[in-house]
Nanobody, 118 residues
Framework: VQLVESGGGLVQPGGSLRLACAAS????????MSWYRQAPEKERELVAG????????NYADSVKGRFTASRDNVRNTVYLQMNSLKPEDTAVYFC????????????WGQGTQVTVSS
């Protein structure tokens, strides 16, 4: 199983980025997918969780109304559209695939750096 994030980079405040997480070795439609981020010297935090049916995607309060998470089960890829970016969004962003809560089938990507700065 491999999860590969892409799309990170340097962007000015107010700008946008779209992250992608390409999954291989698993059937994406059967996994709960989520995006996390970790800023320097901070705990890793959940940004968005995408259920298998892609309904009721949940978001951290800090990103509600600015970020949109989605999944394409045909392409085995999940996305995170990030708009109105702020300096405090600077972090390494990771995707995670979980077969179910507490399942040993729990995989992480290597992360992609997002830096929001003028």
């Amino acid at each position: 199983v491999q999860l590969v994030e892409s799309g990170g980079g340097l962007v000015q405040p107010g700008g946008s980025l779209r992250l992608a997480c390409a999954a291989s070795g698993l059937t994406l439609s059967t996994y709960y997918m989520s995006w996390y981020r970790q800023a320097p010297e901070k705990e890793r935090e959940l940004v968005a969780g995408i259920p298998t049916a892609a309904y009721n995607t949940n978001y951290a309060d800090s990103v509600k109304g600015r970020f949109t998470a989605s999944r394409d089960n045909v392409r085995n890829t999940v996305y995170l559209q990030m708009n109105s970016l702020k300096p405090e969004d600077t972090a390494v962003y990771f995707c995670r695939a979980q077969r179910s809560v507490g399942s040993p089938l729990d995989y992480w990507g290597q992360g992609t750096q997002v830096t929001v700065s003028s």
